[in-house]
């Protein structure tokens, strides 16, 4: 939003001075100009300047140089990855003498081919940041001081072990980062199981935690089915709660070239975005009616017998079951819960069900509300219908927010499983213990209890509820005492009132980040943190996954600056002090300090088996880095070279051991290809029948040269052997798949011998429609906690609260049963800008991405400005009903229907009105500054994951 200085009558307006002035106040250079930087994306010398300005310059600032003038052989080129959104944009770092001068465009991805967003081409200013933190740093009276690292890790040490003996090992919680790389995330879950904790969790959670569980409990795997690429054979595609135009910008370059080709474009969302103006058919719906419109849409299909008959009969359970539930949303209904016309339903109908293959695509639009999981389970509902799953230009597609939230989801710190989603409960914990070489009994000793080993840990999205809660009714021994935030923004959450409260109540909080983030700044306490200086991404080397389940590895760019440290090397001074480094490392190599990279990702193929985290060695994927040319941008398929039949970046399930040289699955659930190849059917993952109903496919629906040609349970000892395949296996796979399934057998025979007669290792099963297993075994609409429409809360009310969930108390009805719709009018939404990502800490520290958008804005619709007399640029208040005040632009805009205002989520650094600034470490404040919309943000969760409700809320306006 451009930063207004002067009225329509030409006086000056109050506030206008814009936030990055403030922040450049004290640099004597100015900014490099934005037309500069978007030609040139950061090669220039302005940074130079604007870092000889910058207090505590403690390392000479690089120089562009001129790659003519420069000496042969003196420059080389390391491959790596954009650290931001999820689309897995390769970046070529231009490195001269270890130091990195500039960036080429990878026009040989696959991914990116050659395009950045405005994030993408500033990452090299990540990796030299100026607001970054130098050195470790404690709060003494209030003010941030330097500390050494031998000094840091002996008080944090000492007061995390007498924490721990005072209160127990679940009395601290780690709060990891979706930034990490697939190896720092796997090593932090391996960290806190040793430490003897469940209390451990990351970002996904409140973005895609409803993902992951909805389509998982439908399919079978938590993942994007399909791919960016693919959509270059989609013929129509429904973006809904998805605003990739701004979200995940390169993304759209795919779908862009689907559309020339002919592809018919939906978008569904309550603001008209950058996205929806190059739709053929935008659908306004009101906030936390999802189900609703889906079912609307469904009841077309239905009605006009445009469903995949053949398709539902031979690969869906309960189908039937949803046809109940739709019949009951007539156009009449739907449009009064919804707000959006019949006709505009039935055309989305007709244009999904008419040009086939037809994609969806989904974000936190859809996820993050108290029904995100049902929410999730009605879209992949709707794919199963009309047969879309499991076929090139079809899926059900989820664009996922951080670089790495995908791998950090799969293998990283999760409360409720261990690495490749095996869960907590003993036969989890004995098969890790096994596979990480240390004794179960060891390991259980780590814990308070068995019973808390095998119980699923606090949710990031309540831990300061862990904190405040009374201790009678928090399910386990005692509060929250310490919380480590280890890669984690804060006000990326909701409830920030809370936060800061339960902040102020610990006895120690510890910020581990390359930048301080919000922590430091809003906790309002004088002593008793902690900042350590992490690395970024460019300053070690490991894996990272892309929302389309491709991993990639990134090297090392530049040696780690200031007195940083990788979060693999922070790790391994804690378990040193701890005393469990030699368990936690005693398959990996640890060298001055550093745990060896490769040796974890090895550590984590020996084991994932489940999600085929396992063919996808360090050496495999290097060599698909330096061989990026070689993979087709549309099938993502290597035509030639090294790589040869691979497809780019080994999507998982990348199945067996890496000498199988399995290729990667392109397209998950694909019948078309053999498993061998990138096939797979649905997964056999809840038994063989139910109610008495089968759960397997029917004959005849089995993947390309599969030998078995029908359903199929998933593979152990047992089944293998009655199909007389168990002497296939060598006398080493035998020795370890004996009494195992495929999930456990660490030698990889069974999935080995499976695949070889063409069979998926994990079964061949149905999609399931009703998950018996859910509060909604079909999904029902709720209407929000805080909905405007009181008259809809009594025909479709929330849940019953729950006494205990995910270790403390969880508000539905009682939240809902108060009326705050008179004093609160309008409905407020949150999103995504292209300028920023998540807290915004690193990207409003960037001074090339800080002058595209200087300002916390809220857009209004005219109609509702005019009743507070709110004009562009002028500052106004919102108020919600958890008393904040926050004060920030407002914008006038008509892409906000009336009774609605939107704000951006990537802002902080103000609180209610008041800037922080002098809170940070001396010059550590990021230099876009803002008012968090999460300090405003109401209660609700996820009924199943304890997702965060940010979709929809009620507020008011007020002049400032």
Aim: include cysteine.
């Amino acid at each position: 939003m451009p930063v207004v200085k002067k009225s329509a009558d030409g006086a000056a307006v109050a506030g206008a001075t814009s936030a990055l002035q403030q922040g450049l106040a004290r640099a004597a250079a100015a900014t490099v100009k934005r037309r500069t930087f978007l030609v040139r994306a950061g090669l220039t010398a302005g940074a130079a300047g604007l870092a000889r300005s910058l207090p505590f310059n403690v390392i000479e600032p690089a120089h562009a140089a001129d790659p003519k003038a420069a000496p042969a052989g003196t420059a080389e080129i390391k491959h790596t990855v954009c650290t931001h959104c999820s689309v897995g944009c390769s970046v070529e770092a231009v490195v001269s003498n270890g130091v990195w001068i500039r960036q080429e465009p990878a026009f040989d991805s696959p991914l990116n081919m050659g395009a950045h967003c405005a994030k993408g081409a500033s990452v090299r200013e990540h990796g030299h940041g100026e607001h970054r933190l130098r050195y470790p740093m404690k709060l003494v009276a209030g003010k941030y001081q330097r500390i050494s690292w031998d000094q840091a890790i002996t008080e944090i040490g000492d007061r995390m072990l007498a924490l721990r003996k005072e209160a127990g090992p679940d009395a601290i919680m780690t709060i990891g980062g979706s930034k990490h790389s697939n190896e720092q995330a796997y090593l932090m879950r391996k960290f806190v199981s040793m430490w003897g904790t469940n209390n451990c969790d990351h970002q996904a959670r409140i973005c895609h935690s409803t993902t992951v569980a909805g389509v998982a409990q439908t399919f079978g795997y938590g993942a994007m089915t399909n791919s960016f690429n693919d959509l270059h054979f989609s013929k129509a595609v429904m973006f809904i709660g998805s605003n990739p135009a701004e979200a995940h910008p390169i993304s759209m370059l795919h779908f862009l070239h689907a559309k020339e080709l002919g592809a018919k474009m939906i978008v569904i969302d309550p603001r008209f975005t950058r996205t929806a103006r190059f739709a053929h058919h935008y659908v306004r719906i009101r906030p936390g009616t999802d189900i609703a419109l889906v079912w609307g849409i469904l009841w077309h299909v239905f009605g006009n017998g445009w469903e995949d008959k053949a398709f539902i009969e031979q690969r869906t359970y309960g189908m039937d079951d949803v046809r109940k539930e739709v019949a009951k949303w007539t156009p009449d209904k739907v449009s009064d819960v919804t707000g959006v016309p019949e006709a505009s339903v039935r055309l989305a109908a007709e244009m999904l069900a008419k040009n086939k293959p037809s994609s969806v695509v989904w974000c936190m639009g859809i996820t993050q509300h108290h029904v995100g999981t049902a929410n999730v389970r009605a879209l992949s509902i709707l794919q199963l219908a009309l047969g879309n799953i499991g076929v090139a230009g079809g899926g059900a597609n989820i664009y996922r927010g951080h670089d790495n939230v995908q791998g950090a989801t799969d293998v990283g710190p999760n409360p409720d499983s261990l690495p490749g989603y095996y869960g907590v409960a003993e036969g989890a914990w004995k098969y890790f213990a096994t596979a990480w070489g240390v004794d179960y009994d060891w390991l259980r000793s780590r814990f308070a209890s068995k019973e808390l080993m095998e119980k699923p840990g606090m949710a990031v999205s309540r831990w300061f509820d862990g904190v405040l809660e009374k201790n009678q009714f928090v399910d386990q021994p005692a509060n929250l005492r310490a919380v480590l935030f280890w890669g984690h923004a804060p006000n990326s959450q909701t409830r920030l009132p809370d936060m800061k409260a339960a902040m102020q109540k610990l006895d120690m909080l510890v910020v581990i980040d390359p930048y301080p983030t919000m922590t430091a700044a809003m906790h309002g306490r004088t002593d008793g943190v902690y900042l350590l200086p992490a690395t970024t991404q460019f300053e070690t080397s490991g894996s990272v996954t892309a929302s389309n389940r491709s991993i990639q590895w990134r090297e090392k760019v530049i040696q780690p600056l200031f007195e940083c440290k990788t979060d693999q090397e922070i790790m391994y001074l804690f378990a040193r002090k701890f005393g469990f480094a030699e368990q936690l490392f005693k398959n990996i190599k640890v060298v001055n300090n550093e745990p060896v990279i490769e040796d974890i990702l090895r550590e984590i193929n020996r084991t994932c088996w489940t999600i085929g985290y396992t063919g996808c060695s360090p050496e495999r994927l290097k060599l698909h880095m330096q061989n990026k040319h070689t993979f087709n941008p549309t099938t993502l398929k290597a035509d030639s070279g090294p790589c040869k039949g691979d497809y780019y970046g080994l999507p998982w399930p990348c199945w067996g051991t890496p000498e199988m040289k399995h290729p990667g699955t392109p397209i998950l659930y694909d019948l078309s290809k053999p498993v061998a190849e990138g096939g797979l059917p649905f997964r056999a993952n809840w038994g063989v029948e139910h109610n008495g109903v089968t759960l397997l496919a029917a004959d005849g629906s089995t993947t390309n040269a599969s030998e078995l040609d029908t359903g199929y349970p998933e593979f152990d000892h047992v089944f293998l052997k009655k199909l007389g395949w168990w002497s296939e296996l060598t006398p080493a796979e035998v020795a370890q798949a004996e009494g195992k399934n495929w999930k456990t057998d660490l030698s990889g025979g069974i999935i080995r011998v499976a695949i070889q007669h063409g069979c998926a290792p994990f079964g061949n099963a149905r999609a399931r429609c009703n998950v018996w297993n859910f509060p909604d075994p079909v999904p029902v609409h709720r209407e929000p906690l805080l909905s405007p429409r009181r008259d809809l809360v009594a025909r479709y009310p929330t849940y019953e609260d729950k006494a205990s969930f995910w270790r403390v108390p969880t508000l539905y009805k009682s939240v809902q049963q108060v009326d705050f719709s008179k004093e609160y009018p309008l409905i407020m939404t949150s999103g995504r800008l292209v300028e920023y990502e998540g807290g915004g800490d690193e990207t409003r520290s960037n001074p090339w991405l800080a002058e595209l958008q200087q300002n916390m804005f809220c857009e209004i619709n005219p109609a509702d400005a005019a009743q507070v007399g709110a004009v562009t640029g002028r500052y106004i208040n919102v108020e919600t009903p958890t008393g904040a005040r926050m004060k920030m632009m407002a914008m006038v805009t008509p892409r906000v229907p009336p009774g609605l205002v939107w704000m951006p989520f990537h802002f902080g650094g103000w609180w209610n009105g008041e800037d922080m600034v002098d809170k940070y470490p001396e010059g550590a404040a990021p230099l876009v500054r803002g008012e968090a919309v999460n300090s405003g943000w109401t209660y609700g969760y996820d009924a199943v994951t304890m997702m965060q409700e940010t979709k929809v809320s009620l507020c008011r306006l007020a002049r400032a």
